[in-house]
């Protein structure tokens, strides 16, 4: 029992060590991913880009990927909306869009990877990693202890925490 609870301390030890860099990743993005309905983190860019002249103003918004796309106004061979405009008899589009920074967006793009992206099994293994802490964390000390009892006691208060404020 004594030797297989030095084991998992050291594995937990060392496997908390190994993931700080992913902690730290994962702990940023999610704090600005509770910001990502407002332009907070977010720079302004501008973008040019030239469209093919026959483009037709109702698939701008299709061809620009700009969601929820809505003409404000045309004038002549100008059409004007929220994000910018297009010139119909050159092509030219000119669209403002609110972006985060480079690091920050590929943070973003790591936490809310799917199957789709080449990096979807590191959170995968962060996950599991993190189940493993939860697991292990209960043999760091003997359950005869008052740190174990009191350990035990936290966990019900942290677990019925969170199932109020998933209900509130």
């Not at 332009?39 to 030239?50: C, G, M, Q, R």
């Amino acid at each position: 029992m004594k030797k297989s609870i030095i084991n998992t301390r050291v594995i937990h030890r060392y496997l908390g060590f190994f993931l700080v860099g992913v902690l730290a990743v994962y702990a940023i993005s999610g704090i600005t991913l509770i910001f990502r309905k407002t332009d907070s983190f977010k720079k302004t860019v501008i973008k040019e880009i030239i469209l093919d002249k026959d483009t037709q103003t109702k698939d701008l918004g299709k061809v620009l990927k700009i969601p929820d796309f809505k003409v404000d106004s045309t004038q002549l061979e100008m059409v004007y909306f929220k994000e910018g405009n297009f010139n119909q008899k050159t092509g030219r589009a000119i669209i403002s869009t609110k972006e985060y920074p480079y690091l920050l967006d590929k943070m973003m793009k790591l936490h809310k990877a799917t199957t789709n992206s080449p990096v979807y099994w590191l959170n995968i293994f962060f996950g599991l990693s993190l189940l493993f802490f939860v697991i292990s964390s209960f043999w760091m000390f003997l359950p005869s202890t008052s740190t174990f009892k009191k350990g035990i006691l936290f966990s019900i208060l942290g677990f019925l925490m969170t199932i109020l404020i998933l209900f509130i």
